[in-house]
């Protein structure tokens, strides 16, 4: 079974650019979260969809915004670049939700904002 | 959110055993203790998780105190491919913070040849 895939692997922004990255779960599950990654901040939880509904949010402005398609697939976009927006954006999926439930991460997209 | 204490950085031999512990004090009753770590340059991934009970699983065991304020992940025989971050994870049971995935600054841990 194929794992989560992520696309871009890497991309280059400028600031006040806006920029979507995209994320393929593993076949069969439809919860999809997103979390952020930076060197001082650690990993950070973004949003979660489940049935293409958003059912939880962390706290990080609306410039942050995602959606998940019939298909489970899920984007997420980042409108108004800054600076600090350059990290490493990873997305994980399961089967469903639950407290037991594992998280499957993909490899990321880094994101540079210059 | 619930919140895990653990040591910023673990060393140990390669072939031994490593114990890495995480204090969860506010933990509630119905909280499940979760472990991931972070293989350098790549997304986190699942190691074990448990209720109450110790668990087994062919990565690594969880050794829960009785009282669940903390747990030890222990590596039976640690090789190189197991030096990385190592979180401990309280997942709560409520609907919505249930698939949210807090992670704190983690162990870093290093295997010597």
């Known amino acids: 079974k194929a794992g989560v895939t992520q696309t871009p692997r890497y991309l280059i922004k400028t600031r006040g650019q806006q920029v979507t990255l995209s994320c393929s779960p593993i076949s069969g599950h439809r919860s999809v979260s997103w979390y952020q990654q930076t060197p001082g901040q650690g990993l950070q939880f973004l949003f979660e969809y489940f049935s293409e509904t958003q059912r939880n949010k962390g706290n990080f402005p609306g410039r942050f915004s995602g959606r998940q398609f019939s298909n489970s697939r899920s984007e997420m976009n980042v409108s108004t670049l800054e600076l600090g927006d350059s990290a490493l954006y990873l997305c994980?999926?399961?089967?469903?939700?639950?407290?037991?439930?594992?998280?499957?991460f993909g490899p990321g997209t880094r994101l540079l904002v210059l | 959110d619930a919140k895990t204490t653990q040591p910023n950085s673990m060393e140990s031999n390669e072939e031994e055993p490593v114990h890495l512990p995480c204090n969860h004090s506010t933990i509630s009753g119905t909280d499940y203790i979760h472990w991931y770590r972070q293989l350098p340059s790549q997304g986190p991934e699942y190691v074990i998780h448990g209720l109450t009970s110790n668990v087994n699983n062919r990565m690594a065991s969880l050794a829960i105190a009785e009282d669940r304020k903390s747990s030890t992940l222990i590596l039976h025989r640690a090789t190189l491919r197991d030096a990385a971050v190592y979180y401990c994870?309280?997942?709560?049971?409520?609907?919505?913070?249930?698939?949210?995935?807090?992670f704190g600054q983690g162990t870093r841990l290093t295997i010597n040849p």
């Open positions: 994980a999926s399961s089967l469903s939700a639950g407290l037991q439930e594992t998280q499957y």
């Open positions: 994870i309280l997942r709560s049971n409520s609907y919505q913070g249930a698939q949210k995935l807090v």
